[in-house]
């Protein structure tokens, strides 16, 4: 297939677009915004492949997202563009409105009337594949079952609502026009190439200087972690292999407290990174708690059997093994990070950014 990958520069699409070049014969068309979280280093290792294009565009731009159906011809689309900070959206929402809400329903568009001009033979085969969060579901009381693909929606955020609204276009489109969809929703994702104003690489990269490690409230807010190859590796499987109208969670089944997950980090880095920041006698002494967030959500969990049992997924990774890699991967990219500290993210604002981590 050739693939139309949106928000391919970003952390889960940098890693969907390696997947899918390294691991298969499909060609990817990369249309990126490159907004303050786009990595292109991300892509260095594919971006001399012959079946990798990219283009720089905006998904809300109707014109340049016409003329990038119309110059690749793509077989199928994984729109993963988006803003998925959820303090950014309650500081501001109106990005999270314009790209998750509008930018969808404009790749539905375009897709729709693209899908609508194919040969027979090419509009049975074409597939739209919208990427989701388990936050749509909001928050799931404790000892209750993990959400299903049948669940109902009771979005928190701002973040988590726009990415709602987008999810109920996708289905409106295939119901009312019959588009031929896929959806997927997934838990908190991490892993190399993660911008680190999300939990795990901010806590790494804050305990590398000495600096303070936030941790919303209590730290009892409890998330299922899956390492960003194994979700990549699902999401190749779904845009090949998933029923049109269909909807597929992707999990790992590793549902821990962020409190826990910090201790885990601390206890790595003592493994992997000895040398202590001057004047601090072991990692965890610099984790500090600070005012929850406004709304914030203690539990989030996915029922991920369907993907397992009707396309033969699962996660390669454990909680453990995923952190470590993670870890492992940072401290070889200090360069990158320091970089990202210092230009494209206030410093100021870094040491107060979400302990919470926000799937994407």
């Not at 539905?108 to 739209?128: D, I, K, S, Y």
């Not at 190749?236 to 407290?257: C, F, M, N, W």
Request: charged share 25%.
């Amino acid at each position: 297939m050739k693939i139309l990958v949106t928000g391919g520069a970003g952390f889960i699409g940098s890693a969907v677009i390696r997947e899918l070049i390294d691991g298969g014969s499909d060609q990817v068309v990369n249309f990126d915004k490159l907004t303050y979280a786009a990595s292109p280093e991300a892509l260095d290792s594919v971006a001399d492949s012959d079946r990798y294009r990219f283009v720089q565009g905006d998904v809300c731009d109707r014109a340049a997202v016409e003329r990038v159906f119309r110059e690749h011809h793509p077989d199928a689309v994984m729109h993963l563009a988006a803003e998925t900070h959820v303090d950014r959206s309650i500081d501001d929402a109106a990005d999270f409105l314009r790209s998750n809400v509008l930018g969808t329903w404009t790749m539905l568009e375009v897709a729709r009337e693209w899908c609508a001009g194919l040969p027979e033979a090419g509009r049975a085969t074409f597939r739209f594949h919208h990427v989701s969060t388990d936050e749509v579901y909001g928050d799931l009381a404790p000892g209750a079952p993990a959400a299903t693909e049948g669940s109902h929606y009771a979005p928190s955020s701002p973040y988590a609502a726009s990415k709602a609204a987008a999810d109920h276009l996708v289905r409106a489109w295939h119901r009312t026009y019959g588009l031929p969809v896929v959806i997927s929703n997934t838990s908190n994702n991490y892993g190399p190439w993660q911008f680190p104003e999300k939990l795990i690489p901010l806590m790494v990269l804050n305990a590398l200087e000495g600096r303070p490690l936030p941790v919303y409230g209590d730290g009892g807010q409890s998330r299922d972690w899956l390492y960003v190859e194994d979700h990549a590796r699902a999401l190749a499987l779904v845009i090949r292999k998933g029923d049109p109208g269909q909807t597929y969670h992707i999990g790992a089944g590793s549902e821990t407290r962020n409190m826990v997950v910090v201790g885990t980090l601390c206890d790595i880095l003592e493994k992997l990174a000895p040398r202590r920041p001057a004047g601090i006698s072991q990692y965890r002494d610099l984790i500090h708690h600070v005012d929850d967030r406004p709304g914030h959500d203690r539990r989030y969990a996915l029922d991920a059997s369907r993907i397992g049992r009707e396309l033969g997924w699962s996660p390669r990774e454990t909680l453990e093994s995923g952190l470590m890699k993670t870890v492992a991967w940072y401290l070889a990219h200090t360069d990158w990070a320091r970089r990202i500290h210092q230009g494209r993210y206030q410093r100021q604002r870094l040491g107060l950014a979400s302990a919470a981590g926000a799937g994407g």
